[in-house]
């Protein structure tokens, strides 16, 4: 029987929305005699934000962790996350891309996220309506690279692992999803990505 691709899931962070200016970021950890590398683990690997990804915690309690680890007051803490957010950019090209790729193909949204992801990207950076379906890992408690959070939108999806792309930019979240059969794509860029789904969706599958 033949095999065909029949939805493209795409994750959001480092996809769809991208840290394209670094330097607000950059002379935020400076202003805390911090690396970049540890004002991020800070943020997003600390076990608060563990907590936050998987939904125990919600993002506002995971926020005022990271200022009492900082000893920042509630103004502080307000400026930090706008220094922290300012280079960040929704691709609304690639967006554009995938709201097309909808009329023909179930799209989905895969994210680790905090409890602020579905507001933030249907009112401050919609983009929500390019996706059939959007699965934020805090409102089901179930987090990449855990095969369950897959297998979970491939049934919301309706599709069979080997009938769907992934496009993610951590590698070890494409190895899980290629270990299910799902065709894995790591994000370099926008224009690397698309063009590998094209060839994917053309092709039927990757690695037959």
């Known amino acids: 029987m033949e095999k065909k691709i ?74 930090f996350q706008k ?33 602020d992801a579905r507001e933030m990207l249907t009112n401050r950076r919609p983009c929500l309506d390019a996706f059939h379906y959007s699965i934020f890992s805090c409102e089901i408690g179930l987090a990449k690279p855990d095969l369950a959070i897959y297998e979970y939108i491939l049934n919301r999806c309706g599709v069979e692992p080997f009938e769907a792309i992934f496009v993610d930019d951590a590698i070890e979240n494409i190895e899980a999803a290629n270990r299910l059969g799902m065709a894995g794509i790591h994000f370099i860029n926008a224009d690397q990505a698309v063009a590998e789904v094209k060839r994917l969706l053309e092709q039927g599958r990757s690695g037959s």
């Open 83 to 115: 220094r922290f957010w300012a280079g960040d950019r929704l691709d609304e090209t690639l967006v554009g891309y995938i709201r097309k790729l909808k009329n023909t193909f179930t799209t989905g949204l895969l994210s680790n996220a905090w409890s």
């Open 6 to 79: 029949k939805a493209v899931i795409w994750d959001m962070g480092g996809v769809i929305l991208r840290t394209e200016d670094w330097n607000s970021r950059q002379d935020l950890a400076l202003s805390f005699d911090l690396s970049l590398r540890e004002l991020h683990d800070l943020v997003f690997n600390s076990d608060s934000a563990k907590k936050a990804t998987l939904g125990l915690i919600d993002n506002k309690t995971h926020w005022l962790n990271v200022a009492e680890t900082l000893g920042l007051s509630d103004t502080d803490l307000g400026d």
